[in-house]
């Protein structure tokens, strides 16, 4: 899944006993001939076929936990601009955002219904190298946190491939936009501006919320597209 804080251990003890390890980003064990890329799957029962009433009432939300600085601090930036309620561990409460308590697995699709656009990480891609050891270059920074390096003035940092949480399948699945940093290997399962909305920098955005937040018929095309798209990749499926 990406969040062990040794990769290359964590991996290497699975690889001992397992015929078959399964990731949800395309950089470790790349080529390994036991390891296979998947995009993380979602529970269809939680979240297919929930009732999405337009227009919906709400700008923007973000579900996920503040364990990460770079995150929250990216977070209080944007919040300051658009109407952002944020979901999560109480960790929140110390940042300058507008916590709305803790969501469970089951609340995720209902509460992201009632919103325009959800976000994805609003820190920047985690690099490849991250939980390596000695290959993080610049060590344990502000920005290395959760065994995830998001340094990008480190010389040898590489955007990790193809590295999702189960966020962007529950939020597709949700039938809601989803605004996401872009990571390499996307544009393999994804097209930009048709089952999702992926940026390169804050700046953009700011650029797609403004857009988004405003064009309703191109907003829910988008969110249909993307529904429609992860159900290809369900638990049962996948």
Not at 20 to 25: A, G, H, P, Q, V
Not at 64 to 83: H, I, P, T, V
Not at 114 to 135: E, F, H, N, R, V
Not at 139 to 147: A, C, D, L, S
Request: some cysteine; hydrophobic content about 35%.
């Amino acid at each position: 899944y990406g969040d062990a804080y040794n990769h290359a251990k964590h991996q290497s003890d699975i690889l001992q006993y397992a015929d078959r390890i399964y990731l949800t980003n395309d950089s470790h064990l790349k080529n390994h001939p036991k390891a296979k890329f998947i995009l993380c799957p979602y529970d269809d029962v939680v979240f297919n076929n929930q009732h999405v009433e337009l227009p919906r009432s709400k700008d923007v939300v973000f579900i996920g936990n503040a364990y990460n600085d770079l995150r929250a601090k990216a977070m209080e930036r944007l919040a300051s601009k658009f109407s952002i309620d944020v979901y999560g561990s109480p960790a929140w409460k110390k940042y300058k955002v507008n916590y709305k308590g803790y969501a469970d697995y089951k609340a995720y699709s209902k509460i992201l219904g009632q919103y325009k656009i959800a976000l994805g990480d609003t820190a920047i891609p985690p690099c490849m190298y991250s939980g390596l050891g000695s290959y993080c270059v610049l060590g344990k920074t502000v920005e290395y946190q959760k065994g995830l390096c998001r340094n990008d003035k480190c010389p040898e940092n590489k955007p990790m491939e193809a590295y999702f949480s189960n966020r962007l399948a529950n939020t597709l699945a949700s039938q809601t936009l989803h605004c996401v940093y872009y990571v390499p290997g996307m544009e393999s399962l994804f097209n930009n501006d048709k089952h999702l909305v992926w940026v390169d920098s804050e700046k953009d955005m700011e650029e797609a919320l403004s857009l988004y937040l405003y064009d309703e018929e191109k907003r829910e095309e988008i969110a249909q597209a993307g529904a429609q798209l992860i159900q290809e990749f369900t638990f049962d499926k996948v």
